[in-house]
């Protein structure tokens, strides 16, 4: 139950102002409140969150025992699973007590080494070296996090970029590991994932234009002034983003240029990074590919994954000499089976693709062109390979779980198609994955599309459906972003309270295939909002919960989607938790000045040139459509001052339009924080504590 609202809610100011386009005109009277720099802005931020204090007040100990419990189930001291680059293992530690990790390595027995060591948290590794901790480099800063981390192949330098603002803004540190001395490169303003070149002698890395549009690749030689740092590549069409890597074969640079539709991909001989870019394939409007480079029978190729008259995309072998030449085709298009990426080996390829709503990896072999589907037998699972920076190992490292099996580490031995358990996830508390059950069961929107809903729940409260539960519904719905099974240890303090948790995939998403993306974007993206809608109105009608029990989530993009629904259908929620929303979409989209606005025209459409884009926006805006015939749900909006993809100012007017029109709205500002939210991780559970906290008093177990 909500507190009493004894603390009068802060009242916005209305000033003047009105936007015009295609003839409509606008009253926005908070459009004030995105003066960032402001006074009275920051007094009103503060004033809100005095208010957001005082009204949970009565929800401190439950915070605090839900904040207790996250804690309780986490291995606080522990370590990653190994892996190995060059002639080191490399691995993370966390330390109890500690807010960051510790980033460490110790060397190999020998060149045959492929097994990671098993390491216990209070035994000394023999011959570890700290490389960061991150502890120390955030000392005397609110805000930490690292955007580039990278140790050259020869093992002897480090680099690292951080931020201390939340503004991804990072800045470049070198190291020389085998004396500890910090060289004197620094190297300010740069985007994330700066890395080394192969021979360790220069760094590469991207800078962002005034929208914050990583538009330059630069490269630094080090031991020379930054003033000296050449461009390698600027790409002057505000539609694309740049970013720039080296292959894992060490013979290119490659840059990559993307917009949501459209790619272009460059390669640079890594050898000599002077040399001209050369284009993989010109860039065609609405054709989106990638590439790899391998070596298959001696020949120097390339392996392109792309769209090109295949929706769901296919994988070609091309000459990297000539790269616009023949296409031979290794995987062939298949309608519903949506391959995602490719990473390329000496002796094979691992390709990532989803189907049947569940994400997929498989080996191709590059001698017979047979992809072998590694299988796992939980009906709902996330698996992907990641942490394989070698070109030639005999494994392969593979992060599994599911909505009740923990984070899962695994190695494939690809020779003999074993799969080996590295780790899994400590849960402490006593927790046993056969006491929860996950299902996936689907409803029909309105226009007879068959959306999928995924759910976990605690046996020992019934199988969900047996008769009205607390339910808390998660939705995104953008960009082709598919919400995974995976596992989570804060959601566990949900599900020990009785309350199933849920996932309404909704088109947007890239669950169902590219045509599922197709047709929850542009003019089509109503279809995301109606499918949420039409999943919570199916998990009512089907007995799984009531509008008085079912609270709904969602984040960035998916915040957009809880302002919308809050306004199509109010009736069906208690609660609605927005975090990071992107409520004022139309005043953002419609300023080619602020950060990605001209990117994200692909996405939702140019509604600065297009009238039928601009009303369209307009109709489902949630600012531009709060009801004042409505009895809304609780609404908590959660946001941070420093966040550059979604402006602050976007859940501030929101919240102040909704409070006019008698809407129970908080709004939650961290003043120190990006788009991810507050650092550390002690810092990041409080946050969920306090949510969930709320969260769990909308559904009314606050007490459980």
Known sequence: MASPQTTPAPIAQRRAHTRVHHGDAFDDPYEWLRAKDDEAVIAHLEAENAYTDARAAHLGELRERVFQEIKGRTLETDLSVPTRRGDWWYYGRTVEGSQYGIQCRAPIASPDDWTPPVLSPHTEVAGEQVLLDGNVEAE?????ALGSFDVSRDGTRLLYGVDVAGDERYTVRVRDLSTGEQLPDVIPGTFSGAEFSPDGASIVYTTVDDAWRPDTLWRHVVGTPVDDDTPLFHEPDERFWLGGGFTRSGA?????????????VLLVPASDLSAAPRVVWPRRESVEYSVDHAVVDERDVLLVLHNDGALDFELVEVDAADPQGERRVLVAHTPGRRLLGVDCFRDWAVLDYRRDGLART???????????????????????ASGNPEWAPPLIRLGYASFVTPGTVYDYDVASRELHLRKRQ??????????YAQARVWATARDGARVPISLVWKR????AGESPRPLHLYGYGSYEHSIEPGFSVPRLSELDRGVVFAVAHVRGGGELGRQWYEDGKLLNKRNTFTDFVDCARHLVEAGYTTPAQLV???????????GAVANLAPELFAGILAGVPFVDALTTILDPS???????????????????????????????????DAAYPRILAVTSLNDTRVLYVEPAKWVARLREVGADALLKCEMVAGHGGVSGRYNSWKERAFELAWLLDVLGVAQA
């Open 252 to 264: 290119y640079l490659e840059i990559a240029l993307g917009s949501s539709i459209t790619s272009e």
């Open 362 to 384: 498989g080996i191709l072999s590059y001698s017979s062109g047979e992809v072998r589907e590694l299988e796992f037998d939980e009906p709902l699972y996330a698996v992907g």
């Open 460 to 463: 020992s409260f019934g199988d």
């Open 426 to 435: 400590p849960v402490l508390g006593g927790y046993e994955a056969a006491d």
């Open 552 to 562: 709904a989530e969602g984040g960035s993009a998916g915040g957009l989607l809880m």
């Open 594 to 628: 602020l950060p990605l606005t001209v990117i994200e025209w692909d996405e939702w459409g140019d509604p600065l040139h297009d009238a039928d884009v601009y009303a369209y926006m307009k109709s489902y805006s949630p600012y531009e459509n709060v009801r004042t």
């Open 140 to 144: 005397g800063h609110d805000f930490f």
